[in-house]
């Protein structure tokens, strides 16, 4: 009996240690924290920007969550060097570009991922207002190449 309580104890000490191990740290980080605002008319950029810089320098796996709502950002650029090899966009709302194609219309990227691995995004919506764009370029008119959203990536 003592044998199989000895069996049974070692059994359970094992157990939760794989258990723990499996449940790594994740750090949250709310872009409304940060300052955005899911309305669709303020420019949320820079608070997407702040966002992404907490969640690169954050040497456990994080998550930045973006909210229900319609979130306005122009060209952001998120860089790597980042301390986390685990980041994940959960996205439950929508990211909306400037209606004004121009504000746009230079950049290579509305958005970029440069430099980064172990980057994931869920869920959500591109807005990229392109149709005013290509009514320019319908009307043979100078415009803009206009800005992509992916950039340099392969596709299988």
């Not at 669709?40 to 954050?58: E, H, I, N, P, Y």
């Not at 764009?133 to 319908?138: I, T």
Request: charged fraction near 15%.
């Amino acid at each position: 009996m003592v044998k199989f309580f000895s069996s049974l104890f070692i059994f359970l000490f094992i157990s939760s240690i794989n258990l723990a191990s499996s449940y790594a740290t994740t750090t949250s980080y709310n872009v409304l924290r940060f300052g955005a605002k899911g309305n669709g008319v303020a420019d949320s950029t820079q608070a997407f920007a702040k966002a992404w810089a907490a969640a690169c320098a954050s040497t456990e796996s994080a998550t930045i969550n973006v909210p229900k709502g319609r979130y306005l950002l122009g060209y952001v650029a998120f860089n790597g060097d980042c301390k986390s090899s685990d980041i994940t966009f959960r996205i439950d709302g929508t990211l909306v570009a400037p209606a004004d194609y121009c504000v746009l219309g230079q950049a290579d990227n509305w958005l970029s991922f440069e430099g980064v691995s172990g980057v994931s995004i869920i869920g959500g919506a591109l807005d990229a207002k392109g149709s005013s764009l290509w009514a320019c370029k319908a009307s043979g008119t100078n415009c803009p190449d206009g800005a992509t959203v992916l950039h340099n990536c392969l596709l299988f």
